[in-house]
């Protein structure tokens, strides 16, 4: 079975500064990865998705995420952060054969100080 | 723009009194899916819809009911509502059910039991 550890519950950083929210991932075989953002009393909007082509995947709002198979690792990045970037991520993955059933991590909550 | 529409956004309704929530979509997507969202947690499916096709999730109450009269409209039916049904409710879509697709989320609607 598919599933994801978002290994930060609450993130803080500077605006400005980088931003690293950390995903794990646990699969007999790679897997399409997602990142959903989601802004308080909003729904989940999809930052990017990774589906076996290139490795690195570039999203929306200058996010990224890199698929790194050795390390089961699909961590998301932004070289600097905004205050409007503050919100709750969550790393997700697709049940075997089907997107019918989305696993989310648990969360991560990231908090930008002025 | 395409969209995912919820109404109402937000709705306050009375221990054990019938709530109907409706969510539309101008994506022309196949397939239509209920999350519960509750306070710091990741939204749980409750039940989808592949065209017509209603699948639930095992683990999703009685109380909770779900019709698709056409391609662009799905309501949750909540048939008497307890405090513990108080929550974000957010209505999805998918192009499939692939493992590739992405879901496209409304804004919610955030339940209040009195």
């Known amino acids: 079975a598919q599933s994801v550890t978002q290994l930060d519950s609450h993130v803080s950083v500077s605006e400005g500064t980088p931003v690293l929210l950390r995903c794990n991932y646990s699969s007999s075989y790679s897997p399409s990865l997602f990142w959903y953002v989601q802004h308080p009393n909003k729904g989940l909007q999809l930052l990017l998705k990774?589906?076996?082509?290139?490795?690195l995947v570039k999203g929306i709002n200058g996010f990224e995420a890199e698929f790194k198979k050795s390390e089961t690792s699909f961590h998301l990045t932004k070289p600097s952060a905004h205050m409007s970037d503050a919100a709750e991520y969550f790393c997700v993955v697709p049940s075997s054969g089907s997107a019918r059933q989305l696993t989310f991590g648990s969360g991560t909550q990231l908090t930008v100080l002025p | 723009d395409a969209m995912v529409i919820q109404n109402p956004r937000y709705q306050v309704t009375q221990f054990g009194k019938p709530v109907t929530l409706s969510c539309s979509q101008t994506?022309?997507?196949?397939?239509m899916y209920w999350y519960q969202q509750k306070s710091s947690q990741a939204p749980k499916l409750l039940f989808h819809?592949?065209?017509?096709?209603?699948?639930n999730e095992a683990d999703t109450p009685d109380n909770f009911q779900s019709r698709r009269p056409n391609t662009s409209f799905c309501f949750l039916d909540i048939r008497s509502p307890g405090l513990g049904d108080a929550a974000m409710y957010l209505c999805?879509?998918?192009?499939?059910?692939?493992?590739?697709?992405?879901?496209?989320f409304g804004d919610g609607t955030r339940l209040s039991i009195l």
């Open positions: 819809y592949y065209d017509k096709d209603f699948n």
């Open positions: 990774y589906t076996s082509a290139a490795t």
């Open positions: 994506l022309n997507h196949n397939v």
């Open positions: 999805a879509t998918s192009r499939s059910r692939g493992g590739n697709q992405p879901q496209h």
